[in-house]
T-cell receptor, first 112, second 113 residues
């Protein structure tokens, strides 16, 4: 069973700061997902990674398969980025149809 | 393209009752996964259906069951409800499962009294 650890659990920052959220997992995976959840419950998929780095606007996600570690970065943070960010891993290395295993989430607050 | 829809959005039941939740995936998606979210345990995988077959199941008791229809719509059922079943139940659809991008529905908030 994969164990997914996220840090920090809570993060409060000022508008404009560079934000980093970390995710580590214990067993090889086929894909890692970064999700965003706003108050009220809706979840949006930000990235799905199996290697390397992806960028989407002010968001950047990286993964190091050998170290079993991923980071989510937010540049020029804005109050609308305030949300819970959740890391989730799926599958097993080489394929498989396992369901996602989730981290506990990082509660991010960006103050104006 | 219409997103993932879930019905009902809110539900209040009493202990011992059963409940059925519905999820309509994005058109063309054959995989539907169900998740339970509680403040204590966070998000947990319940099961995944792909082309009407249960492909994988999480660590939940047999009171939790599901099915998928030929149009990919899925239902989950919880029998003999317990207080601890109070949670947000989310479904997500994708082309092939957890190795593809997941598209989440808005969830059904179940309260068991």
């Amino acid at each position: 069973k994969n164990e997914v650890e996220q840090s920090p659990q809570n993060l409060t920052a000022q508008e404009g700061e560079f934000i980093t959220i970390n995710c580590s997992y214990s067993v090889g995976i086929s894909a890692l997902h970064w999700l965003q959840q706003h108050p009220g419950g809706g979840i949006v998929s930000l990235f799905m990674l199996s290697s390397g780095k992806k960028k989407h606007g002010r968001l950047i996600a990286t993964i190091n398969i050998q170290e079993k570690h991923s980071s989510l970065h937010i540049t020029a943070s804005h109050p609308r980025d305030s949300a819970v960010y959740i890391c989730a891993v799926g599958g097993v290395a080489g394929g498989g149809a396992d369901g996602l295993t989730f981290g506990k989430g990082t509660h991010l607050i960006i103050q104006p | 393209k219409a997103g993932v829809t879930q019905t009902p959005r809110y539900l209040i039941k009493t202990r011992g009752q059963q409940v059925t939740l519905s999820c309509s995936p994005i058109s063309g998606h054959r995989s539907v996964s169900w998740y339970q979210q509680t403040p204590g345990q966070g998000l947990q995988f319940l099961f995944e259906y792909f082309s009407e077959t249960q492909r994988n199941k999480g660590n939940f008791p047999g009171r939790f069951s599901g099915r998928q229809f030929s149009n990919s719509r899925s239902e989950m059922n919880v029998s003999t409800l317990e207080l601890g079943d109070s949670a947000l139940y989310l479904c997500a659809s994708s082309f092939l499962g957890s190795v593809n991008e997941q598209f989440f529905g808005p969830g059904t908030r179940l309260t068991v009294l």
